[in-house]
């Protein structure tokens, strides 16, 4: 049985790299791991943890979706002049953040477009923030991909090793 622990983790590292203690247990010919099995081990505990960030990563997406496409339903109200202001103005501040150019009513076309104003620059940022968070997904998935594939071609190396051996008797 192989136990991983970990005793650090990297503040500097990219996906938070951690310090670990790899021993086990039950292992033939004692409690020693082998280069392969603390190349596994290591391997398959990075992709875990770029398995963890592209989940909180896709969580923090599909929440600022929602928001994006809450926002365009927000921005055509008070381009139409058909929005419940006070409720409108309420999601735009406590859900969305806005806390600045926002008239108190809307009950004028200048009023109207001073909020959309508003509200355009908060869906750009958003937008490029998806934008990046997209990026920063894409990335994740590659280096996860790579530790899989590490762990798969060691793997194979460690059986094409043994094969070689057994062959050789």
Same mark, same amino acid.
């Given at each position: 049985m192989l136990y991983v622990e970990t005793i650090?983790?990297?503040?500097n590292a990219p996906a938070g790299a951690e310090a670990?203690?790899?021993?086990?247990?039950?292992?033939?010919?004692?409690?020693?791991l082998t280069i392969g099995q603390l190349a596994i081990a290591v391997s398959m505990r990075s992709a875990a943890a770029y398995e963890a960030q592209s989940v909180l990563k896709m969580n923090r997406m599909t929440s600022g979706s929602q928001k994006l496409s809450? /926002?365009? #339903?927000?921005?055509?109200?008070i381009s139409d002049g058909t929005a419940d202001w006070p409720t409108t103005k309420a999601y735009l501040v406590n859900v969305l953040g806005i806390t600045e150019g926002l008239p108190d009513s809307i009950d004028t076309y200048?009023?109207?477009?001073?909020?959309v104003a508003a509200l355009k /620059?908060? #869906?750009d940022a958003m937008t490029q923030s998806q934008q990046?968070?997209?990026?920063?997904m894409q990335t994740l998935?590659?280096?996860r991909d790579v530790a899989f594939s590490a762990s798969s071609n060691i793997v194979k190396a460690l059986g094409s090793s043994?094969?070689?051996?057994?062959?050789n008797f």
């Open positions: 650090a983790t990297n503040r670990i203690n790899l021993y086990s247990t039950g292992v033939e010919g004692g409690d020693h809450q /926002a365009a #339903v927000c921005l055509q109200e200048a009023k109207r477009m001073t909020a /620059a908060k #869906v990046e968070d997209m990026i920063d998935v590659n280096r043994l094969e070689n051996a057994a062959s």
